[in-house]
């Protein structure tokens, strides 16, 4: 079993005193300069309603962010509106991660942690810790919350999990935002139709495959070199 898969020592409360300090040092700064951002160039305002869009959107508030990303698609380039969610996105990184550590022993989230779904994930999670966020965070059809929850609750490297949420979201946040710059109403509609069909069936296949993981009916697919070198690979 991996090395970090364990629990936090008995100083915890005061470890994550000082990371909730550290953060709101970094966090507030740039919340206050996005604002000031906002309020004195006009063209950028929809930059930094993205920016604060995208922290919601990226914790428990049921608000879809690949809808927001095609809205605001529309008024800049896909690559500054991925980057711009992105950054809004590791912002909720760190409450997430400390909230799930809160949380973890909430009858919910008992559910969740003894499920099939989750046993299944726990597998590929621990062979390819890094891979497996990068890709659940990319992919629409993966069922993320699961690995929302791993991460934090395994005492995987916080820096690590933050990077693989970044370079995950980027090209999904993308893909939606380059829809709304050149796709119009009909077609769009159609294709985001088409999408939400395959993710639907996806979904459920790979949901599928994660519980025969756990009852063993099916093997995990994870080539060995991806297993072996990925966290060589991964940001400090």
């Known amino acids: 079993m991996s090395t970090f ?3 936090y020592p008995s100083g915890r409360l005061i470890l994550m005193s000082n990371n909730w300090k550290r953060y709101l040092s970094i966090v507030v700064p740039i919340s206050l300069a996005a604002i000031a951002l906002g309020a004195f ?3 950028m305002r929809r930059l930094v309603l993205l920016f604060f869009y995208s922290i919601p959107a990226n914790s428990f508030v049921p608000i879809p962010h690949e809808l927001g990303m095609i809205y605001f698609g529309q008024f800049y380039t896909p690559s ?3 980057l711009v969610a992105a950054a809004g996105t590791i912002m909720v990184c760190f409450i997430d991660y400390q909230a799930m550590n ?3 022993g909430f009858k919910h989230l008992k559910r969740v942690k003894d499920s099939d779904i989750y046993r299944g994930a726990v597998r590929y999670f621990l062979k390819a810790p890094f891979v497996s966020l ?6 629409p059809f993966i069922p993320f919350y699961i690995f929302r929850v791993l991460g934090p609750t ?13 370079i995950g979201r980027l090209p ?3 893909v939606f935002a380059l829809m709304g710059a050149t796709l119009e109403l009909p077609n769009l509609t159609i294709v985001l139709l088409l999408i939400l069909t ?9 949901s599928h495959h994660l519980v025969g993981i756990a009852r063993g009916e099916e093997e995990i697919d994870v080539p060995d070199a991806v297993a072996v070198t990925q966290e060589e690979s991964a940001p400090a």
């Open 5 to 7: 898969y364990s629990c």
């Open 41 to 43: 160039v006009p063209e």
């Open 80 to 82: 500054l509106v991925a």
């Open 102 to 104: 809160f949380a973890f």
């Open 134 to 139: 990068v890709i659940a965070a990319a992919m």
């Open 154 to 166: 395994t005492g995987y490297p916080l820096r690590k999990y933050t990077w693989a949420i970044f």
């Open 172 to 174: 999904r946040y993308y």
């Open 198 to 206: 395959a993710c639907w069936l996806l979904y459920r296949r790979v």
